[in-house]
């Protein structure tokens, strides 16, 4: 494949709530049960080469080490310099104990060969572990409901790691409004982000507003609908925003896939998005979709009309045992499920 540069300065970045900046598109690095750590790490390298500056890893991708690896290289070559790349990482569910959240920090900075992060976030708000790829309705009896003084624990722990110089930022994932309005009141330093799903088919506009009103930038996971989540991810009810007749027809008179529809349309919307690939012309494509051929107001509108409601990254596994179903973990009714 013939070799893109972007220009980095044509990517937009957006202001976090701390002064810093954040593109608003990043190489997302969940390579699931598809892709190995050393394709992923290759993704990346591609990806940076191409004018990427935004990485989003997690120490529970198991892939930081390689990941590492490329980004020193990157940098020991002049490909990039440290301080315009955007990296962020995440604390899983199982080291939430005190002091278990900045040893997971050392961690991921050794394992990524840096010495700060840009961004650090609470990957999940349960301490709920389970093994990877296990069946997910299969129940771990230790998995607890959200508790706010557990919660604290771990983000005094964030707050002491922008203290230590170790992280630039940090934030949430996966957080609903009655769990985000306890933390707004106690935390001393507030989230800068919070990572969720966000795509045409759940546009999550509550939450959203809620965190912009909050100055907290929504940064959205799975943008194009996941298509490539593990068949045991996905339920009957499942819609695909790829094959929607109103981002199939965006699509058509762009001539693009419609893949880059949703991306387009989360830039447009106003927040940040980290869509995965590790095949080289979707990491281009991706990152030009941004700077190219934008949608129409009117098309904006009528994707605004399209949201199913229907979430993918259900989260099952973190159920509790006395939870009743994966809606629990989402507070739906406003109140938070115990
Ligand atoms: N905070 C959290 O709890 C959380 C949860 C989930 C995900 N994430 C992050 O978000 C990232 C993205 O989420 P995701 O991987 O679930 O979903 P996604 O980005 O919506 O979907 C990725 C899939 O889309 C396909 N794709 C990518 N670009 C394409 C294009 N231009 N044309 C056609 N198909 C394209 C890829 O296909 P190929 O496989 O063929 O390349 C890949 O399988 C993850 O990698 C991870 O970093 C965070």
């Not at 060969?113 to 771990?140: E, I, K, M």
């Not at 939450?207 to 912009?212: A, D, E, Q």
């Not at 030009?288 to 993918?312: F, G, H, V, W, Y």
């Not at 973990?329 to 406003?334: A, E, M």
């Amino acid at each position: 494949m013939k070799k893109v540069k972007i220009d980095a300065n044509l990517i937009p970045q957006k202001k976090l709530n701390t002064g810093d900046k954040i593109p608003v598109l990043g190489l997302g690095t969940f390579g699931s049960d598809t892709y190995s750590n050393d394709q992923v790490a290759q993704a990346v390298k591609f990806a940076v080469e191409s004018g990427y500056l935004h990485i989003d890893c997690a120490s529970v991708y198991g892939n930081e080490k390689e990941i590492g690896q490329v980004i020193s290289e990157l940098i020991s070559e002049g490909t990039v310099k440290r301080e315009d790349l955007f990296i962020t990482s995440k604390v899983w569910n199982n080291m939430h104990g005190e002091g278990d959240v900045i040893a997971s920090c050392k961690q991921t900075l050794s394992d990524l060969q840096l010495d700060y992060l840009n961004l650090y976030l609470v990957h999940w708000p349960f301490p709920n572990y389970h093994a990877p790829g296990c069946d997910v309705t299969s129940r771990n009896p230790d998995s607890k409901p959200y508790n706010h003084h557990d919660y604290m624990i771990v983000w005094k722990q964030m707050e002491k790691l922008v203290e230590m110089g170790l992280v630039r930022n940090i934030g949430t994932s996966n957080m609903t409004i009655p769990k985000m309005k306890l933390l707004l009141k106690d935390a001393k330093i507030k989230p800068a982000v919070n990572e969720m799903e966000i795509h045409p088919h759940f546009q999550q506009s509550e939450l959203y507003n809620y965190l912009v009103d909050n100055g907290i930038m929504p940064i959205g996971f799975s943008p194009i609908g996941s298509p490539g989540r593990p068949e045991r991810d996905k339920t009957a009810n499942d819609t695909v925003d790829i094959e929607d007749s109103v981002i199939v027809e965006i699509a058509e008179r762009l001539n693009v896939h419609p893949a880059l529809v949703c991306i387009k349309w989360a830039v447009q919307r106003g927040h940040v998005v980290i869509p995965f690939s590790v095949k080289q012309n979707k990491i281009i494509s991706n990152l030009e979709a941004i700077i190219q051929d934008p949608i129409l107001q009117t098309e904006m509108d009528e994707m605004s009309e399209i949201d199913k409601n229907c979430r993918l990254i259900k989260g099952q596994v973190f159920l509790w045992e006395s939870a009743n179903s994966w809606e629990d973990l989402w507070d739906l009714n406003g109140e938070i499920v115990e």
